[in-house]
């Protein structure tokens, strides 16, 4: 029952920038972590970036300085900053949340659809 709804991502200009939003909802006890990745053609899914839900974050080196990931815990929404977008961050993004859905078990992870973000001139 929990979902997570990605959106945002768009054709951009190199050089351009792009806010995706994942909000999450259904049945939420709380969320240790939501995160982005990302799957480029023919290569494997990677992480993009983390936030726990105390504010520590991780980011890939290629995007270091670049992106920025925050949320919004009253919404159960994680947000992804996208500047100096390169033709290399093209990719389809993934939305991920681990999280407890009772509080007798331990956090799973939830994946989105994913959402396709485009950097070409």
């Known amino acids: 029952q929990v979902q997570l709804v990605e959106s945002g991502g768009g054709l951009v200009q190199p050089g351009g920038s792009l806010r995706l939003s994942c909000a999450a909802s259904g049945s939420i006890f709380s969320i240790n972590a939501m995160g982005w990745y990302r799957q480029a053609p023919g290569k494997q899914r990677e992480l993009v970036a983390a936030i726990t839900s105390a504010g520590s974050t991780d980011y890939a080196d290629s995007v270091k300085g670049r992106f920025t990931i925050s949320r919004d815990n009253a919404k159960n929404t994680v947000y992804l900053q996208m500047n100096s977008l390169k033709p290399e961050d093209t990719a389809v993004y993934y939305c991920?949340?681990?999280?407890?859905?009772?509080?007798?078990?331990?956090?799973?992870?939830?994946w989105g659809r994913g959402t396709q973000v485009t950097v070409s001139s």
């Open positions: 991920n949340a681990n999280l407890k859905t009772t509080v007798w078990v331990r956090g799973y992870d939830y």
